[in-house]
């Protein structure tokens, strides 16, 4: 059974750097064709996707937040951290991580979300 | 950048069918996956790959693909599948992963 579950702060201030975790079970991220995305939802509005990075190591950023994003894993703690530099209030939002497979590219089990606020 | 374009709200009667469509240029030259979440709750994939559904997705829910849109059918809907709705694809050609704008799904 694949779990993820979401961890961080739930307050930062403007310009303040966030480190959110996504810890796992279930499956290997060394596992050929395995990968795990943010996906990250403002209150009231849409998905957007952040980012996602691959069994190999291979990232991939939403265009346009790229600049502000580092996506990386560990293997071994089972863990996937997301950073997101100059936080600004417009980056309240519910954020997710969920498991995906490089054949279908979908997100097919998703964590239960962790809120962040962002404000000084 | 790809853009998915999904009509805010649909509203339907229980028992009847419900159609939420989804925008793109080409799209279905793509793989479209389908995400139903309800209030609070994280999302859940119910259809991937146009017309697939994942193990535990009743086979109300289905999926179809052609041209500039893809679409999401609901079949006798019950007041359960109250819930918001996304569509996905992953751009091939930028190498990213776009959601739709989502639709509201309200059973009267």
């Known amino acids: 059974q694949i779990t993820l579950k979401e961890s961080g702060p739930t307050l930062v201030k403007p310009t303040q750097t966030l480190t959110l975790t996504c810890t796992f079970s279930g499956f290997s991220l060394s596992t050929s064709g395995v990968g795990v995305g943010w996906i990250r939802q403002p209150p009231g509005k849409a998905l957007e996707w952040l980012a996602l990075?691959?069994?190999?190591?291979?990232?991939r950023y939403s265009p346009s937040l790229k600049s502000r994003l580092t996506i990386t894993k560990d293997t071994s703690k089972n863990q996937v951290v997301l950073t997101m530099t100059n936080m600004d209030p417009v980056d309240t939002a519910t954020y997710y991580c969920a498991h995906s497979k490089w054949e279908v590219r979908a997100f097919d089990i998703w964590g239960q979300g962790t809120m962040v606020t962002v404000s000084s | 950048s790809y853009v998915l374009t999904q009509p805010p709200s649909v509203s339907v009667a229980p028992g009847q069918s419900a159609r939420i469509t989804c925008g793109g240029n080409?799209?279905?030259?793509?793989?479209v996956h389908w995400y139903q979440q309800k209030p609070g709750q994280a999302p859940v994939l119910v259809v991937y790959?146009?017309?697939d559904r994942p193990s535990g997705i009743p086979e109300r829910f289905s999926g179809s693909n052609s041209g500039n849109t893809a679409a999401l059918t609901i079949s006798r809907v019950e007041a359960g599948d109250e819930a918001d709705y996304y569509c996905?694809?992953?751009?091939?050609?930028?190498?990213?992963?776009?959601f739709g704008t989502g639709t509201k799904v309200t059973v009267l």
């Open positions: 990075i691959y069994w190999d190591d291979d990232k």
């Open positions: 790959d146009d017309s």
């Open positions: 996905q694809v992953w751009d091939s050609s930028s190498d990213h992963y776009v």
């Open positions: 080409n799209i279905g030259s793509k793989n």
